[in-house]
């Protein structure tokens, strides 16, 4: 069955960095195309950041455009979300979804990050 | 960009009645509207896309209707297991992908 695991999340101090993956299995992971979507907590849900199945496009939400990257590695199944210059409002349940004629028909169970001293 | 706002906020339904929620678009987003379901603690799952398709595995008692820049996502009779919070989102013109801020449909 299709499963979508985020990890890296944790505790940052402001202005620091942090790389999130999101591993996946169960399809066939080099021809989807992959979301970042986060939530803030007791907030609703914010698209962050796209990448195309074979990562040759990428779009960002103006709120990150800059400072996070995303990308993928197709023979490792998994991708990534480099986070930096993180403020307070970076604070969120980040999930990893794949993409389905533009939505997102999978999603993990999210990796938290906290951005506070 | 363009905004998608929901209505109500919250709903207020007894189990076994009928919910029917609503999203409005800024503009036109043709039929390139989903909605996704979100229980506390839980990651969003898919309900419908384009605009009254349902996904793998949501009930028929999920309908969704509307073109355009107004939606609808019913409810037909609510079981326990409905409530939830239910968000719209469009990806008719990108970035970004829009989200509507939530209905929350709640016991009566």
């Known amino acids: 069955q299709v499963q979508l695991v985020e990890s890296g999340g944790g505790v940052v101090q402001p202005g620091g960095s942090l790389r999130l993956s999101c591993a996946a299995s169960?399809?066939?992971?080099?021809?989807?195309?992959l979301h970042w979507v986060r939530q803030a907590p007791g907030k609703g849900l914010e698209w962050v950041a796209f990448?195309?199945?074979?990562?040759?496009?990428?779009y960002y939400a103006d709120s990150v455009k800059g400072r996070f990257t995303i990308s993928r590695d197709n023979s490792k199944n998994t991708l990534y979300l480099q986070m930096n210059s993180l403020g307070a409002e970076d604070t969120a349940m980040y999930y990893c979804?794949?993409?389905?004629?533009?939505?997102?028909?999978?999603w993990g169970h999210g990796t938290l990050v906290t951005v506070s001293s | 960009e363009i905004v998608m706002t929901q209505s109500p906020a919250t709903l207020s339904v007894s189990p076994g009645e009928r919910a029917t929620l609503s999203c409005r678009a800024s503009?036109?987003?043709?039929?390139?509207l989903a909605w996704y379901q979100q229980k506390p603690g839980r990651a969003p799952r898919l309900l419908i896309y384009?605009?009254?398709t349902r996904a793998t595995g949501i009930p028929a008692r999920f309908s969704g209707s509307g073109s355009g820049t107004e939606f609808t996502l019913t409810i037909s009779s609510l079981q326990s297991d409905d409530f939830a919070v239910y968000y719209c989102?469009?990806?008719?013109?990108?970035?970004?992908?829009?989200f509507g801020q939530g209905t929350k449909v709640e016991v009566k």
């Open positions: 979804a794949r993409d389905l004629s533009g939505t997102g028909d999978f």
């Open positions: 990448i195309r199945f074979d990562g040759t496009n990428t």
């Open positions: 384009g605009a009254s």
């Open positions: 503009q036109s987003v043709s039929s390139n």
């Open positions: 169960g399809f066939t992971f080099s021809g989807y195309a």
């Open positions: 989102q469009q990806y008719h013109k990108w970035p970004p992908r829009t």
